[in-house]
């Protein structure tokens, strides 16, 4: 990874935000957010790349020392987690900087979590193509449950007559490997460095 990156990283992340907010605000309708929410923290893998965990030890640096501690409490029990998880398993788990259900980290956290909670086209694992993503909290009754048909992956038309809704459901291009290249790469000449799940840089 290349050095002194920082500064344009922020602009990376202020150009980013600029897009995700807009999308945010037009698919506001199906959008179920709210403070306390924190089912998107309390499972998952968090791919992260190296510059983003530069950013992140920032942000834990402005934490107060009890906080800091919490953190690293919740970190060593998740490494002694991880050793009883079977190899070739995913190992999925609560991100150690959700604390009383908010990010201890806002302002420093990684990429997907700016953008999860929107649809978005990313490529499937197995089949490499360009496939609908919605958030998983639609299982839940939460993002797109009103519109999304699960048994044909895409958004239903006749749901979304049912709604009501203004705006009809749109899955942007929001992947995170998609953002890293079109915008840091090839834009901003950013160099990411490895992305791995966060567990694995902490
Ligand atoms: S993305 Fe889903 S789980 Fe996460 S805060 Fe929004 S509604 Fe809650
Ligand atoms: S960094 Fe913050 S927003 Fe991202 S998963 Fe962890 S607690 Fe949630």
């Known amino acids: 990874m290349k050095e002194n990156q920082m500064e344009s990283y922020f602009q990376f992340i202020r150009v980013i935000m600029e897009r995700i907010n807009a999308h945010f605000e037009a698919q506001k309708e199906y ?11 309390q499972n998952g893998e968090y791919p992260c790349s190296e510059l983003e ?3 992140i030890k920032l942000g834990f640096m402005t934490l107060s020392p009890d906080i800091q501690q919490v953190i690293i409490n919740k970190v060593i029990n998740l490494k002694q987690e991880k050793e009883k998880c079977p190899k070739g398993q995913k190992f999925i788990y609560e991100c150690p900087f959700l604390i009383d259900n908010r990010c201890s980290i806002y302002r420093h956290r990684m990429i997907i979590c700016r953008t999860f909670g929107l649809s978005y086209y990313d490529k499937d694992d197995e089949t ?4 609908l993503k919605v958030p998983f909290c639609m299982n839940e009754g939460l ?7 699960k048994e ?9 007559k049912k709604t009501g809704y203004k705006a009809e459901p749109v899955a942007y291009n929001l992947g995170v490997q998609f953002l890293m290249e079109k915008f840091g790469k090839d834009i901003m000449d950013l160099d990411f460095g490895e992305v791995k799940a966060l567990i694995e840089w902490l």
């Open 31 to 41: 959008i179920h957010c709210k403070e306390g929410c924190s089912h998107c923290c």
């Open 53 to 55: 965990f530069e950013f």
């Open 128 to 131: 490499k193509k360009n496939t």
């Open 143 to 149: 993002n797109y449950s009103e519109v999304y048909d």
């Open 152 to 160: 044909k992956n895409t958004f239903s038309t006749e749901l979304f």
